[in-house]
């Protein structure tokens, strides 16, 4: 056991009334540690201090939204100054092999929940959101990106792959669209759960990158999931406002990503994903 876990277990039996019998942890995440208490409590620990602002607007936020989500969110029980525990959202991660596997009356069922969550996200009110911390575009990061991008990840690619990848952020930059807050990470096999008894949507986890920017964000697994066929039965349930363009400003979302993630990377110091990101730019483009 590392210190750092050891302290963190120290600090949730501090507040947690009964015996910790069981401890698993998940360390998948960029920038938080979450440890798992007997199978039904989730604390969540950030790693950096970006993180630890962006949990305090979670807090905020998610204190008002899980009283009007059509889905189970995480309710914070356990509310601490630098983490946060909650009772665990029970099912299993949405990912693609189990989505391709679905029955049509299941996904018939996650397109009417997917449209009904995302409508409640995408329509709250962005006034009150600023007052609970919400930023435009991850407080100037979504900015960031793209300029590091341009300084510093585009000069790294051969003059064959740099063309394309700067037109397909340019493409992105140019279409234009009415900010809204989002949930920021609608990573279907991350944070979407699904209950396979019930064959339906269980909860939605980690709103530590809601923020204010194009819905089109939160589309783009479930485009890439189910294809056009999908989306539109999950547009069928979505009562966001009127937006023709959706679709196309999600498919370049989608094609400018692998060029957002390469600029994230190097921002954060991941190396070895960087030259990941890099080596797939240049395999398709260059």
């Given amino acids: 056991m590392t210190d750092t876990l050891e302290k963190q277990i120290t600090a949730i039996k501090n507040i947690f009334p009964s015996r910790v019998s069981n401890v698993t942890t998940h360390d998948n995440g960029d920038d938080f540690f979450v440890v798992e208490i007997n199978h039904e409590w989730m604390f969540r620990f950030p790693r950096q201090e970006i993180a630890s602002k962006a949990l305090q607007v979670e807090k905020a936020f998610l204190a008002r939204f899980k009283t009007i989500s059509p889905l189970p969110v995480p309710d914070h029980q356990y509310i601490e100054n630098d983490f946060v525990g909650y009772p665990k959202i029970q099912g299993t991660a ?55 991008f341009r300084e510093a990840v585009a000069p790294a690619l051969s003059p064959s792959a740099q063309k394309p990848a700067m037109t397909c952020i340019e493409q992105m930059l140019a279409e234009p669209f009415e900010s809204t807050v989002i949930h920021g990470d609608f990573a279907l096999e991350d944070h979407v759960f699904f209950d396979e008894e019930r064959g339906e949507l269980s909860g939605v986890i980690d709103f530590a990158d809601a923020t204010l920017n194009d819905p089109a964000h939160d589309f783009q697994n479930i485009l890439e999931y189910g294809g056009e066929e999908f989306f539109e039965a999950v547009m069928s349930h979505y009562r966001g406002k009127e937006d023709p363009a959706l679709l196309k400003r999600t498919r370049l979302r989608i094609e400018a990503r692998p060029m957002f993630e390469a600029s994230y990377s190097l921002l954060f110091g991941f190396e070895t994903r960087f030259k990941e990101r890099i080596e797939y730019i240049e395999a398709k483009y260059g």
């Avoid at 997917?114 to 575009?137: C, I, Y």
């Fill in 94 to 148: 949405l990912s693609v092999e189990l989505f391709q596997n679905l029955s049509k009356a299941s996904r018939e069922r996650i397109a009417r929940q997917m449209g009904q969550f995302l409508s409640a996200v995408h329509n709250f009110p962005v006034d009150e959101a600023k007052r609970l911390g919400l930023t435009e575009g991850w407080d100037g990061w979504h900015e960031k990106i793209i300029r590091n």
